[in-house]
């Protein structure tokens, strides 16, 4: 593993003690490293998804529009900054952000990023690319970043409730077996970091939010449909990626979310303090390369400032281009 050791925090409901349990494994087909290194690299696009825009009814929240569009609730705020969550009001013009560039990092297996909270899925055989909104860990309980594998799967999994949850809320019980007031949902898939996993929920609404102890949530219906589809040994790696650029159709695109703090900070009071991103400039210009003269620093500087998680184009028009719209405007 590399990055933030996760073993110091152990307040999951991932519950180590499960791992002890004979026959807990879930039957299936092993990931086939083998396999999978001897095919060729596939070149996958950089944007996914495309935004769009819808018109409120009158009961409409962005948290219900958030799991209709496969979104978590966060992206939704911050992508309809001055619009009230609960009541947008009938009529309101809703940003719906659901195009996402692809985080840096390995083309392969699971890809979650927890700035943006989103699950990233590369099928085997060079398939489109799936993203899926999850929930992270709260202030004190940070899911940790870096590389592992999913160990086992479990269906109608148990819970093993940790001492320190206990300690909190005596009433709960050491187990809490499959149902409805399982925190873990009907899908689980462990880590190979003790007391981590990627589960379902019996509380949705925690999806898009940093509420858990350190694992990841993803709504009921979204874990149901990739779950058989994750196999034993598949890679999994965690990012923490708050800005992120990439090419479309000959554009060069940053998207840039809420950092973990202003994540929080946006929950609480609808609005977020500014925040520098390291290195900004010198990514920027890695990204452009020779376009570096094309780029729209203001544009960067208000995208950074926003960060409504929408991917915004930041190179200026060549004078190719101008030259040639000029001519074609004067013939």
Known sequence: MSGENPNRRVFCAGLAAAFALPGAAFAGQAYNQAAAAAKPATAYPDLIGEVRHYFAHKEDTL???????????????????????????????????????????????????????????????????????????????????????????????????????????????????????NPLGQHAMYLGWQSYLIHGTNKPWGVGRRVSHGCIRMYPEDIAEIFPRIAVGMPVTIVNQDVKLGWHKGELLIEAHPNLDQNLALEETGKFPPAAVPELAY?????????????????????????????????????????????????
């Open 63 to 181: 948290l219900d529009l958030a799991r209709i569009n496969g979104l978590g609730y966060i992206e939704m705020v911050a992508a309809n900054m001055g619009l009230d969550p609960w009541i947008p009001g009938a009529g309101a013009e809703i940003v719906i952000p659901a195009a996402h560039l692809l985080p840096h990092g390995p083309r392969e297996g699971l890809l979650l990023n927890v700035a943006d909270q989103r699950l990233y899925y590369f099928p085997p055989g060079g398939r489109p690319v799936e993203s899926y909104p999850i929930g992270t860990g709260q202030e004190a309980w940070a899911t940790p970043t870096g590389t592992t594998r999913i160990v086992r799967k479990k269906r109608n999994p148990s819970w093993y409730v940790p001492k320190s949850i206990r300690k909190e809320k005596p009433t709960l019980p050491p187990v809490v077996g499959p149902g409805p007031d």
């Open 283 to 331: 990514r920027v210009s890695q990204a452009a390369g020779p376009r570096i003269d094309r780029v729209d620093w203001r544009a960067v500087e208000d995208t950074v400032k926003a960060r409504t998680g929408i991917p915004v184009p930041i190179l200026r028009p060549s004078e190719t281009s101008m030259g040639g719209a000029k001519r074609a405007s004067e013939s």
